[in-house]
């Protein structure tokens, strides 16, 4: 069962205003901001209003909410920063459960981009 809001989740705690974030777009289903621990130039986190603790517990119902929100990445990926594609672009990734390397349970996506000057090639 899908909880509307968790008041132990430190998401559901950024959504409702109670800790601040650097937010980069928001609207009545999703809200993305700005991951305050980077892993690359451009990492920002989009992340569902209602409380959905992982890509597991996501059901049918889910889907035109996860479709608008991948539909919406890209735009916000260049938008911060990324560079357009097929020379630039950037990466999705969804961690679900501890083995797949979920630190906070609310499904979240991260959008990764930005020069890698560390690549080889």
């Not at 209003?49 to 992982?54: A, D, E, L, N, V």
């Not at 990445?73 to 999705?92: H, K």
Request: net charge negative.
């Amino acid at each position: 069962m899908n909880l509307m809001h968790d008041p132990n989740c430190i998401f559901c705690k950024i959504i409702a205003g109670d800790i601040p974030s650097s937010k980069v777009y928001e609207d009545e289903d999703m809200l993305v901001f700005k991951d305050i621990h980077p892993s690359a130039p451009v990492h920002l986190l989009m992340v569902p209003k209602r409380h959905i603790p992982s890509m597991t517990q996501v059901t049918a119902e889910d889907a035109p909410l996860l479709g608008r929100m991948m539909a919406k990445a890209p735009e916000l990926a260049q938008a911060n920063g990324c560079n357009p594609y097929p020379d630039g672009g950037f990466r999705l990734m969804v961690n679900t459960g501890e083995e797949g390397g979920q630190e906070v349970h609310h499904l979240h996506i991260h959008i990764l981009g930005g020069a890698r000057p560390w690549r080889k090639g």
